[in-house]
Every structure is written in structure tokens, then in C-alpha cells.
């Protein structure tokens, strides 16, 4: 009987031991299309996809590198830059399988990417005050210019490169005075550097080349203002006041509207043409992050409720999804 | 005629007084007196009990072991019976034991069934946990044991519902979870003494000397109503090596060394002397550890974790002064240590550094008075941390400094079964310098307490019994609101022999809020909230005892516990506050099996089932998993002994955890087994004895992460020596 009774235990053990009630079990998230809206959740540190046609999220579909700051499409491969683990991971968009990253130097910290063209691409480092011109196709970096201080957002335009210095000062949890440097998209030489707002956040181009600059502000005395940069001549030609403390923007191109979004408050739009504003804070909810896709629909991401907001352009909300945790940038793709 | 007179009454009062002297010396009481110790550890037994079989004279022995009766000369040749439940009974005659020089007495201990294991956590006084109506487990650490190359978690880590966080090696940071709490939801005690950190409420169990523990009792289930704050999830009380009080002068002296895997080497000793009512223990330990290990990323690629070298030292003292009934004890434990902190697996830090040192000094002192215990105590604790790391955007210089003192006095009466009554006023008062900032955060917290233990005989046909075990605590803070946490215990044997017992506990439990929940300084990333509101936990726990023999003890647990107004830091567009937020609900069922088999063959398992929901406000969280907690945890070990040498085996399963309160699978940590072995070979040469023994952890090299992106080391092995000395002893022994 004492037998019996240390026998039955150690037979069990021996079933645990040998696997049958551990094995892991990853289920995931069903298949995901290559048309729709990528989700870069800051919170998971994931990709999800959202299928516009079933209106579906298929969450957590890979996983991102560590602090991951945006995602950019070329070439049917999905590009996701990864501030904490210095590298850019690399996605080809038909299995959404991960392939081998592209490293940065040791705690770079880069923040974004843009593409000069096929097979190049420009990524800013925020702590080394850097941008680097990497070679996507052997996935290593082919030169190295000096940017001004923290910079992060990039974008190419008429053939040069804007990179945005934040002039974030870390010890006194300050800005300094926000600058764009421009660049020869061949030779990465140094063109001009320009003066814009406050913390310059983010950028976008409209559809006639402009660049627009979105200038957070200090989150306490100053506010919101887009500079808009002339790329034929490289001058500010006009600065739009958005108010609140946005960190997204994004330029519907079939109509010249721009938005600008606010977490906390909400959407602010403008007309990229002349400048005015077009609604207050109250035309959709804020949110991390906003995008129009090819049907002038504004999509919004929404980190607080992981949620990702779908307006019409009379700002109607047509539907919401839940997204992974925290979704952080949206980008639109197609098949 | 007169004087005729006189001389018959002078007869019959000399009659009378022969009579009377006659019976006088007839019942001559004679003293006896002795002291009682166990004949492994020469420690003294208390609560033995002294009586001749027709139980017409009997006493107690002490907290030292000493005893006093006053025999009756017709008893001196009357077998007088020691009894207690942990040692084999001794019949010895009075005469016998006045014969003994000494008068010392040594039991042996007997195989001890596993719910008597005296603790005192529970209770706040010693009881055995088959009396308790709280889940109670207590790790005993075996004095001929090495302990320099063992930590704290690795103690603990096979005990019920117990989970371990490790940041990877030998000295990383490693924290507790109980029951599925986080580590702040656990209180954690140094011979009652509070050790979690006013400032983030955690302990970090790599810090604790394990040199000088020797026993760690764990109650699972929420313990506020007698210990007020954090022990939300239970409370792990660490209690470190007593002071062996011999009467005549006895020198006990050890060296231990030991090196293995990842170029880690300790060297350790331990003093232990003792004349009359004093007695002093000195004890100290050096660890360094290059801590360096590979690991496989999360691309499958291989790589090496670097700045993960340690070195540590550590001491503990304790002089102590103990005569009838009345115990003074002072200890100081100090240690310090330096460590790489090497970071994720993303973003990596080569050079960032960390310095810890603690210093805890702890007056204590027991009267016994009556039916009083009267005990106070007076506490000092004092930690000091840096952290620097230049690698990172802001370079960091952190300093802090926190120091606790804090004062406790307990009553306990004791009424017999009618009721237990232990009551207690304490203050503690907690200060926090946070030194690059310049700025100080304090907190004076005051609190009362009674608790109550009565059993209750019913005369029916099983003779059952019931203990009713009613607490209440009110805990008033000086910069959040008053806590005030009942709680109601039942224990129920429902026959005689006591050899099954149903028990249940309901009560209220708290989580207070850190100074840097409260005052964490405005800067670009985050803000405190000095309004938040204490965590409240409504627990309640069912469970049974059966031990029908000493060899065979089963248990099985279901607990519940609903934790509202959660504290949750909210990311504000990469701005962070804390806020009383969302609520939990863990339930979970836990089982125990002992078996002994003969005097050679030992098997511990148990396991833990945890159900926790996550309550909170967001839609996309709702019900799912709380982060790191699984499903499923197992553990077993087996010991043999042959001829004095041990071998163990264990083993400890978990299943899949998630890391996020989205429960992302992508990045669920996958189940893990582990499996260790160690053997120990006792050799007596002459008047010293040389432990050798040997371990090896992890055995089949497995790639298990505790934590997402902190790889684990793989196969550890360590090799150790400990060298005993100890004077000889020339007393009588059973």
C-alpha cells in the first residue's frame, strides 16, 4: 500500500516530466492579409494586421524589436525601426515571416527610416545625433552624416532628405530650438538647416512636395504648429497653429487635408494649400497616431483602450477594432 | 497529681509532634531540576512536558529548556516521563537524573509528522501548524549543510504557490511572487522585521544572506490582520540562526568554501559561543561571481551575457542573554554588494553598475510573566542603493537611502483552550533620501492589534473540536487613510487523534502605496499621485489536513481573492502616472504530498493551480491572465540517504506564463522544466566533521526565461566544503 501510494505520484510526475500537459500551446491569431493597415503595437511590441474588407484585426502576428518607433513599406517588405534594440527588423509581407534585422550601431536609438529610393533608405539615431544610409538590399550601412541635435522624424522629398533635430536636452527635460537639417539624398552632404517650431515631431509631405513639420511644442507653455517647408527652395513658408501637444500627422493627398492628432484631445485638420484650420479638437477622437488611407479615410490609433478608431472625413465614426497592446502607428498597405 | 498531669499532656503534644515530623520527612520534597536539549543541534527544547505517569506532579520546560520540580521523596524512585510531540519520549527516575552532574538531558528527535513543524508567523507566537488555520510551509535549513553558495529564492523556490523572478545569474535581482501577488504584495520579514522597500515595495531576495538563516516560514493567504501592509499575498518571515545557550562554555566554530560554474567562489564561517546565560554567534560570508554566461536570443541566435559579475559580503552577529523566563537578544546583519546590471536582451548595458548595502539591527525581548508573554521589540533598518548606467539617453547616477526604525511590544495571554489572547501597540516610522534629487519622503505608521485562539471540546461521540482563530489590525498612516483589516480563522478537527482537520480563513488585506507610487518627481516621463488610495484585497481559503501517520501528510487548498483598486502606472502618450484603478481575481486550488518511506526515502511534491483575471477597466484586458502568473506549477524532490550520504532530486514545472495583461502569445514564456541534483558525503575525522557536497542545477541544460528577455543561465554546477568543529560533550544521552 506505502508503495502504491509513492508509485501514483511518481507516475504522474513522470507524464509532466515527459511533456504531455506542458507543451507549449501558440495559437496564432489566424492568417493575416496583405491588404489593409499594418499596426505597430508600442505596448506588445507586435505587428497586427487590419483586413479593411472584414473589418478584422489579426493581432500579434510577429513580433517587433524592442521599443519599436515606426514601421515604412518597400518592396513587399515591412521595414519596423526599433529604438530600445538598435536595429530595423525586417518582414517580408506575403508570410509575414521576420527576416535576419538590420543592426544599427550600439545604442543609437533610431527613430526613423525614410527611403531615398529602392534599394536605399535613411534612418535617424536620436543619441548619436546621426543619420545612416543603409543599403536595403545587403542590409548594412553605406554612410554615416551628422545630424543636429536629437533628431528623429525623416522623410525624403524632391530628392533630398529632411531629418528633424528635436534638440531634446535630457538632463534639464527641456527643447531647445527645433531644426531641420536638408540633405543630398545622393551624397548625404549637408544642404541647409533650417529653423522650425518647438520639439518637431513628426513630418509629412503633401502632395505638392511640401514638407510639413510638426512641431509638438514643450507640453506645458508652448503648443502644437505645423512649419511648413518649401522643397524647391528649402524656406519656411508658413507655420499653421494646431494647438494641444500633437505627435502624429498625416496628408490626405487626393484632398490637401492634413490632420494632426493630440492624445488625450483629439484630431486638429488643416488645409495644406493655405494653411487655415479646418475644425477644433473635437472632430474625432485624439489619439498616438493618424493616417488616410487611398479612400481619404482617417484612421486613428489609440493606445490608452488599444482600440483603432475608423472616421469619414466629416469626422462620423464609422468603426472601432481592438488592436494589441498599445498600438502605437498604422500604415496602409496594399497587395 | 498535677505534675501528672503535665507530663501526660506533654506526651501527647510529644506524640503529635513525632507524628507530625514523622509525616514531615515522610514527604520531604526534593529538588530537581535540569535542562532539556535535542541531541542533534544541542539546541534546548522548550514546552517539554515533565510528569510522573499517575500525573499527580508535572511541569513545562521553558524557552531554554529548563525545568524545576519539587519531588516528594516517596517519587524519587517513580519513572518521570519527558514528553513532546517532536521527540521521542524519556522515562528517567528522579535519582537517576540528580546523579547526573549536569543534569542535562538530551531527547531525539522523532521522525516529525510534517504539520507539527512549529512555526510562528501565523500566530505571531510558536505554534505548530497543524493548529493553524492559515496555510503555513516552513523550510528548515540543516545545519550540516553548506549554505554560502545558496540564496534565499532558491530555499523557497519549491514551496507551494511560490514563483521566482530572476533577472538571470548567480546575484541577479531576484523577487517573489505568492499565490499569484506581485512582489510587492508580499511582506517579507527578517525575524519579524519589515524588509520591503518604502520605496518601491519589493525585496530583492538576492540580497538576503542565506549564511545565517535558519528557518523561512511562509503563510500564504492575505496576513493584514496581523501584520498590516503588503502582505496582501501572505508574508515570508526569514528567521535566522538562534543562539544555542549551553550552561557550561561550549566553542562551535565552521568554515564552508565552495566554487563552481560562471567562476563563482564563496567562502564563508561561522562561530557560535555560549557560557552560563550567554551566548554570542558571529557569522560572515564572501560571494564573487564573474556571472558571464551564453544564452540563445530571440532569433535563436547565440551570444554571451555579459556585466553580469557580482561580489557580495555579508555578516551576522547575535549576543543573547536568557535566564528563567526572561530572553534578551540583540543581531546585527550587515551586507554590501556590487553587481553588473547587464539589462534585456534589448536594450543591453555593458557598463552599468549597481551598489546595495543593508544594515538591520533588532533588539529582542521576551518576559514571562503569569499567563502573560510580554515581548517588545526595537528595529533599525537601513538601506543604501546606487545606480549608474551612462548608456542610456538621460545618464544615470541614482542614490538612495532609506532607513526604518520602528518599535513593537506584544502581549500574549494565555488562558489555556479557553483563549489565547495576543495583543500589540507598534509604530514605524520610514524615511526615504532620494540623494541626486536632494529630496525626502517619510511616513509614520502606527498600528493595534488583537487576535484571539480558542478551542472549543465538544462532548459528542468523535470528540471533536473546533479553534476559532478571530484578528483585527488598524494601521493609521501618516500620508494615506487608515487600513483596518479583520480576519476570522476556523480550524475544525472532527475526531479525535486529530488526524484531519478542515480549515477556512476570510479577511482583509492591504497594499500601501510606495513613495514613489505617491512623490515620484515630476520630469519628462512620470509623476507620483499623492492621492492614491491603499491596494484591498478580500481574501478567502478553504482547505484540509490529513496526516494519518508520521510517514504521510496530504493537503489540499482552494483560495480566493478579490484585489480592487489596483495601482497601475497609465502611459499618457509616454507620460506616466499611477492611478487606483483596476481589480484582479485570483483563484487557485494548491495541493501537498509528504511521504517518508523507512529512514531512507523521502518524497515532497505539490502542486498549484492559479486562476488570475484581470478585472480591468480596458476592453482589450478584461478577463484575461494576469502577466506572469501560470496556470500550472509543480515541483517534487526526492531525498535518499545512504550511510549518512544524501542525494536529492528535484524538479520544477511550469507552464506557459504571459508577460503582458494582453496575454500576447507571440511573446508568452514558454513552459520550462528544471531539474537539480546535489549529494552530500558526511565524514567524522577526529573531533571535526567534513560536509562534502556536490549540485548540479539545471540539469539538462534547458533554455528557460522567468522574465521576458532575460535569458537564464543553463547547467550550473557547484562543488562545496564545510568544515565543523565543535568541543565535545561528555553528558548523558539516550
Known amino acids: 500500500m506505502k508503495k502504491a501510494s509513492f508509485l501514483v505520484p511518481a507516475l504522474v510526475i513522470s507524464l509532466l516530466i515527459s511533456g504531455c500537459w506542458f507543451n507549449p500551446v501558440l495559437p496564432l491569431d489566424g492568417a493575416a492579409t496583405n491588404d489593409g493597415i499594418v499596426i505597430m503595437n508600442g505596448g506588445a511590441s507586435t505587428i497586427s494586421i487590419l483586413d479593411i474588407e472584414e473589418d478584422t484585426v489579426y493581432n500579434d502576428i510577429a513580433a517587433t524589436g524592442v521599443y519599436a518607433n515606426q514601421i515604412r513599406m518597400k518592396n513587399g517588405k515591412l521595414y519596423c525601426v526599433n529604438s530600445g534594440s538598435s536595429n530595423i527588423t525586417v518582414y517580408s509581407t506575403s508570410s509575414w515571416a521576420p527576416e535576419s534585422p538590420i543592426s544599427l550601431p550600439f545604442l543609437s536609438n533610431p527613430m526613423e527610416m525614410a527611403f531615398v529610393n529602392d534599394s536605399i533608405a535613411v534612418v535617424s539615431s536620436l543619441l548619436r545625433d546621426e543619420i545612416y544610409k543603409i543599403n536595403l538590399n545587403t542590409k548594412t550601412i553605406i554612410d554615416t552624416a551628422a545630424a543636429g541635435d536629437a533628431p528623429a522624424p525623416i522623410v525624403v522629398s524632391n530628392g533630398k532628405v529632411y531629418v528633424a533635430n528635436t534638440a531634446y536636452q535630457p538632463l534639464s527635460y527641456s527643447y531647445g530650438q527645433g531644426t531641420v537639417t536638408v540633405y543630398d539624398g545622393e551624397t548625404l552632404d549637408s544642404l541647409s538647416t533650417l529653423q522650425v517650431g518647438t520639439n518637431p515631431q513628426g513630418m509629412a509631405v503633401d502632395a505638392s512636395g511640401n514638407v510639413h513639420v510638426l512641431c509638438t511644442g514643450n507640453y506645458f507653455s508652448e503648443f502644437g504648429a505645423v512649419s511648413i517647408i518649401d522643397s524647391q527652395n528649402d524656406t519656411v513658408t508658413a507655420t499653421v497653429n494646431v494647438g494641444g501637444s500633437p505627435g502624429s500627422i498625416a496628408i490626405d493627398q487626393l484632398t490637401d487635408i492634413a490632420y494632426s492628432a493630440s492624445w488625450g484631445a483629439g484630431v486638429v485638420s488643416y488645409d495644406t494649400e493655405s494653411g487655415t484650420v479646418l475644425n477644433d479638437s473635437s472632430f474625432t477622437k485624439g489619439g498616438v497616431c493618424v493616417m488616410v488611407d487611398d479612400e481619404s479615410i482617417v484612421w486613428i490609433a489609440s493606445w490608452s483602450n488599444d482600440k483603432v478608431y475608423k472616421y469619414n472625413q466629416e469626422g462620423s465614426i464609422l468603426d472601432s477594432l481592438i488592436a494589441g497592446d498599445g498600438p502605437q502607428r498604422l500604415l496602409r498597405i496594399k497587395k | 497529681m498535677l505534675f501528672a498531669g503535665f507530663t501526660m499532656t506533654l506526651k501527647k503534644i510529644l506524640f503529635v509532634l513525632f507524628l507530625i515530623i514523622s509525616l514531615l520527612i515522610a514527604d520531604q520534597n526534593v529538588p530537581v531540576k535540569g535542562q532539556i536539549l535535542d541531541t542533534s543541534t544541542q539546541k534546548p527544547v522548550s514546552d517539554v512536558s515533565i510528569y510522573f505517569s499517575d500525573r499527580e506532579q508535572g511541569t513545562v520546560s521553558d524557552s531554554l529548556g529548563s525545568f524545576s520540580l519539587s519531588v516528594q521523596t516517596k517519587n524519587m524512585n517513580k519513572p518521570l516521563i519527558f514528553d513532546h510531540i517532536a521527540y521521542r519520549s ?70 507551494p504557490s511560490v514563483g521566482i523572478k530572476d533577472y538571470g545569474g548567480v546575484s541577479a535581482m531576484k523577487s517573489i511572487s505568492l499565490r499569484g501577488a506581485t512582489a510587492g504584495q508580499v511582506l517579507i520579514m527578517l525575524n519579524g522585521q519589515r524588509l520591503n522597500s518604502p520605496q518601491n515595495g519589493e525585496v530583492d531576495l538576492s540580497l538576503i544572506p542565506a549564511a545565517s538563516i535558519e528557518r523561512i516560514e511562509i503563510v500564504r493567504g492575505g496576513q493584514s490582520a496581523l501584520y498590516g501592509a503588503d502582505a496582501v499575498g501572505g508574508v515570508v518571515n526569514i528567521i535566522t540562526q538562534d543562539n544555542h545557550i549551553i550552561q557550561d562554555h561550549v566553542l562551535h566554530t565552521s568554515f564552508e568554501s565552495s566554487f563552481g560554474s560562471l567562476a563563482t567562489y564563496s567562502a564563508g564561517g561561522h562561530l557560535n559561543f555560549s557560557h552560563r546565560h550567554f551566548s554570542f554567534t558571529l557569522s560572515g560570508s564572501y560571494l564573487s561571481s564573474q556571472g558571464n554566461y551564453s544564452y540563445l536570443d530571440n532569433w535563436g541566435d547565440r551570444h554571451i551575457r555579459e556585466n553580469n559579475d557580482s561580489r557580495s559580503l555579508q555578516f551576522y552577529s547575535s549576543v543573547k542573554y536568557a535566564k528563567a523566563k526572561s530572553i534578551y537578544r540583540m543581531t546585527y546583519l550587515f551586507n554590501t554588494a556590487e553587481r553588473g546590471v547587464p539589462g534585456t536582451l534589448a536594450p543591453v548595458y555593458l557598463s552599468a553598475r549597481q551598489w546595495d548595502q543593508r544594515q538591520s539591527f533588532q533588539f529582542h525581548t521576551v518576559v514571562e510573566k503569569g499567563v502573560h508573554s510580554l515581548s517588545a521589540d526595537i528595529d533599525y533598518d537601513r538601506t543604501w542603493n546606487r545606480y549608474v548606467n551612462d548608456e542610456m539617453l538621460v545618464p544615470l547616477d541614482n542614490k538612495y537611502l532609506t532607513q526604518s526604525p520602528s518599535f513593537g511590544f506584544q502581549d500574549r495571554m494565555d488562558f489555556g483552550n479557553a483563549a489565547r489572547i495576543t495583543w500589540g501597540l507598534g509604530a514605524n516610522y520610514n524615511m526615504q533620501e532620494t540623494l541626486h534629487y536632494d529630496t525626502t519622503f517619510s511616513r509614520l505608521s502606527t498600528h493595534g492589534f488583537i487576535m484571539d485562539e480558542s478551542k472549543i471540546v465538544f462532548h459528542n461521540k468523535a470528540s471533536s473540536s473546533l479553534i476559532l482563530q478571530p484578528a483585527l489590525r488598524a494601521d493609521l498612516h501618516s500620508d494615506y487613510e487608515m487600513a483596518v483589516s479583520p480576519q476570522l480563522g476556523m480550524l475544525l478537527f472532527p475526531a479525535a487523534g486529530e488526524k484531519l482537520s478542515i480549515r477556512t480563513t476570510m479577511g482583509q488585506s492591504f497594499r500601501a502605496p510606495t513613495f514613489n507610487d505617491l512623490y515620484w518627481p515630476r520630469d519628462s516621463y512620470a509623476v507620483g499621485n499623492p492621492d492614491l488610495e491603499p491596494e484591498r484585497g478580500l481574501d478567502w481559503e478553504a482547505g484540509m489536513r490529513y496526516q494519518p501517520s508520521a510517514e504521510t501528510y496530504c493537503e489540499l487548498n482552494y483560495f480566493y481573492r478579490h484585489v480592487r483598486d489596483m495601482i497601475i502606472w497609465l502611459d499618457h502618450a509616454g507620460f506616466w502616472w499611477p492611478e487606483n484603478l483596476d481589480a484582479a481575481e485570483i483563484t487557485g486550488l494548491e495541493s501537498v504530498y509528504h511521504q517518508t518511506l523507512g529512514h531512507n526515502l523521502k518524497m515532497d511534491m505539490n502542486y498549484t493551480f492559479l486562476n488570475s483575471v484581470n478585472l480591468s477597466h480596458s476592453e482589450s484586458e478584461y478577463g484575461r491572465q494576469l502577466p506572469y502568473r501560470p496556470r500550472h506549477t509543480m515541483n517534487m524532490s526526492i531525498n535518499y540517504v545512504l550511510k549518512k550520504c544524501e542525494f536529492s532530486y528535484r524538479v520544477k514545472l511550469v507552464s506557459k506564463q504571459y508577460v503582458d495583461s494582453h496575454n500576447t502569445e507571440l511573446h508568452a514564456l514558454d513552459p520550462y522544466s528544471l531539474s537539480s541534483l546535489s549529494a552530500s558525503f558526511p565524514f567524522v575525522i577526529r573531533n571535526f566533521t567534513l560536509h562534502l557536497e556536490t549540485g548540479v542545477d539545471n540539469l539538462f541544460n534547458t533554455d528557460y526565461r522567468t522574465l521576458k528577455d532575460i535569458p537564464m543561465p543553463g547547467r550550473i554546477w557547484n562543488i562545496s566544503v564545510k568544515i565543523d568543529f565543535n568541543s565535545k560533550q561528555k553528558e548523558f544521552q539516550q
Open chain 2, 90 to 159: 524519556l522515562k528517567m527516575t528522579p535519582d537517576k537524573l540528580i546523579s547526573l552532574n549536569g543534569e542535562r538531558i538530551y531527547l531525539q528527535p522523532a521522525l516529525l509528522a510534517y504539520g507539527e513543524n512549529i512555526q510562528v508567523t501565523a500566530s505571531r507566537s510558536p505554534l505548530s501548524i497543524k493548529y493553524s488555520p492559515s496555510a503555513v510551509e516552513v523550510i528548515s535549513v540543516d545545519d550540516s549543510r553548506t549554505t554560502a553558495k545558496l540564496s534565499l529564492s532558491h530555499m523557497i523556490d519549491m514551496s
